[in-house]
C-alpha cells in the first residue's frame, strides 16, 4: 500500500523559513515524479514543486522560484521542500504528490496519482 506522509508544517514569520518532509513508502518510486502543491482556503490546489526521483530536475512556478528548493534523498525514500523568505501568500495546507505526470500534467493535480494527507503552513505578517 503507497503511503505518503507529509510532515513539518507550522507557524512562522515573514521571512522565515521552514521545511516541509514527505516520507514515501509502498512501492518504487524511481521513474516517478514528486509534486508539492498547496491549497488556501477558498483557492484552488496551486502546484508549488516537481522532482524527478530518478534524476533530480526540479520545476518551480514563478511564484516560488528563488525561494523554495525540492530535493529528494533516495536512502531514505523522502523528499524535502525547504521554503525560505516565506510570505503571508504562502499560507496553505501543502500536499506531497507521486505521480507519472506528462509535461502537460506535470503542474497540474491530475497528474499525479498517490498523495499525502496534508500539513498546514501560516505564515504571520
Known amino acids: 500500500q503507497v503511503q505518503l506522509v507529509g510532515s513539518g508544517g507550522g507557524l512562522v514569520q515573514a521571512g522565515g523559513s521552514l521545511r516541509l518532509s514527505c516520507a514515501a513508502s509502498g512501492r518504487t518510486f524511481s521513474s516517478y515524479i514528486m509534486g508539492w502543491f498547496r491549497q488556501a482556503p477558498g483557492k484552488e490546489r496551486e502546484f508549488v514543486a516537481a522532482i524527478s526521483w530518478r534524476d533530480g530536475t526540479t520545476y518551480y512556478p514563478d511564484s516560488v522560484k528563488g525561494r523554495f528548493t525540492f530535493s529528494r534523498d533516495t536512502a531514505k525514500n523522502t523528499v524535502y521542500l525547504q521554503m525560505n523568505s516565506l510570505k503571508p501568500e504562502d499560507t496553505a495546507v501543502y500536499y506531497c504528490?507521486?505521480?507519472?505526470?506528462?509535461?502537460?500534467?506535470?503542474?497540474?493535480?491530475?497528474?499525479?496519482?498517490?498523495w499525502g494527507q496534508g500539513t498546514q503552513v501560516t505564515v504571520s505578517s
Open positions: 504528490a507521486a505521480g507519472v505526470p506528462t509535461m502537460l500534467t506535470v503542474i497540474r493535480s491530475t497528474g499525479y496519482t498517490y
